[in-house]
């Protein structure tokens, strides 16, 4: 306020002093604007101080805050100390007075322990002694039970075999009943076959008692019966003093037997309905019943036929005779099949029938015939195969009458049958016997014309041809036949057989004086020439 006074004082004194006096108003007016900045900045800071302080004061209060709830929480916590303690003293009191209480008890628990321990060794030999004896209690039941199996399955196998024992009795006595049926029956064929063969009927009795021994190899008893009823039926319709009615009554009891055969094709029933149907047919012709005895024929023709084709003629050795039967029962004999063919070419003959069909049974029986050979050359049955050919070529020939061939006959022999017959010997004797084989040793000796005209030369060939292939003995004379089939695998002669050629030269002429059995050779060799054996 001073220096205001001064200056107003002074005005009077001029404008230096004025200015003067702005200027250090101005001066003065910076200083203050500083110092007001400075003051503000001071102002600031410490207003910063005072928020700061604050802030220290409110989180002094917070942690005063903080610290006296922790406080009382420890004061508290010291409380339940104090009262932790006291229940802790009062429980390590009590726990105390439990312990000595528990030694106690643990002194008596020890001695009850040793006790015990004492009790256990005891027992645990005991539980030895005891898992020993479970042990054998264990095997022993083991062993029980097996023996309860094996008792069990000889129980049921017992019970098998007792079954089965009993089903083997049931059939035993059903198979002694049978078998006394049977003999029975074999009895009543045998006797009726035996009064066939009394009265001259050999043919017909060997027919029935070859039926007889087959019938022996047949198991199902039926099938056997019918077999043998058909034969007593066929020997009641064969004997002298014939009962149609017996034999209708049998072949009957026959029919009632195979019904179950019924679509049976087998080998065995097929035999069963051929005899059994050949039967029927004679009897039908007995009857005077010609066209059913030709059907019934038939039916047995057919299925002979049928059962022909199953077998073929070869080398296999066949025990039987005729050798397409390979099969292990055998119920035809080979009388029972050439009677068929026979007595049905009777039957075809006299009624006009078919003439195709007896044409084609006539063939069938040529063939039975050639069945026949063969199986007697597969089997080496030399002698009856040289029969066999000799009744063989007689049919063909149609001289079964007769029994020999004459020189037309030799001339017109069938070259397609000479060659099948020569083919059936040469094959079965390995090349040894045969009418080839005899014409090449007739060549050799020096006669190969087809001349039937004899001479000297012819004379003396024969001679030589009769030697070598031994029908002559040393001195000259014709050998027997008993000789001459001991020397047949003893001197394995070839051409020895068959025998026809020789016979041909022995057959008495039975046509003229003039046929000689000189002529008759000379034409069979032609013949065998000309057929190119």
Known sequence: MSHFTVISADTQNGTVVLVLALLGASIVGLIASKNVVEANNQVAKEQEKVTKAQNTIKQLEENE???????????????????????????????????????????????????????????NQELVKSNNQLTAVENSRQELEATII?????????????????????????????????????EILAKKAGELEAEGSDTEAKELFSQAGQSVNIKDHKLRQAVLYAGISYAYQKLKSKDLKEAEKYLEESQQQWKHLQGNNSNEASQIHILTFKTQGNLFKEQDKTLQAINAYKSAYNILINLKLKGQRGNKIANVSPSFQNMQIKILSKQNIEALHREFITLLSQYNGDKKLKSQVEESLKEHYLDELN??????????????????MFYVANREEQSSLNEESIKNFSCQNL???????????????????????????????????????????????????????????????????????????EGILPLFIRNVWTWYPVNSPDESGERRVKAFFSRVAICKL
């Open 65 to 123: 805050k903080v610290i006296d709830s922790r406080a009382r929480k420890a004061v508290e916590r010291e409380k339940n100390a104090i009262k932790n303690q006291q229940s802790v003293q009062k429980e390590l009191e009590t726990k105390k007075a439990l312990l000595v209480q528990a030694d106690t008890q643990r002194k008596q628990l020890d001695q009850k322990a040793r006790e015990l321990k004492i009790k256990a060794e005891e027992s």
């Open 150 to 186: 094996k008792i069990r399955r000889d129980k049921e196998r017992f019970q098998q075999e007792f079954n089965k024992t009993q089903e083997q009795y049931k059939k035993f006595k059903k198979q002694v009943v049978d078998s006394d049926k049977y003999l029975q029956t074999v």
């Open 375 to 392: 199986n007697f050359l597969v089997n080496k049955k030399w002698q009856e195969a040289d029969r066999g050919m000799a009744r063989l």
């Open 419 to 493: 060659q099948e017959i020569d083919s059936l010997w040469v094959k079965n004797s390995g090349g040894r016997f045969g009418f080839s084989v005899q014409k090449q040793i007739w060549l050799k000796v020096g006669r190969p014309g087809l001349s039937t005209e004899w001479t000297n030369d012819d004379e003396k060939a024969w001679r030589v041809f009769v030697s070598r292939v031994g029908w002559y003995d040393e001195e000259g004379s014709y050998l027997n036949n008993p000789e001459l089939f001991e020397n047949i695998e003893k001197k394995k002669v």
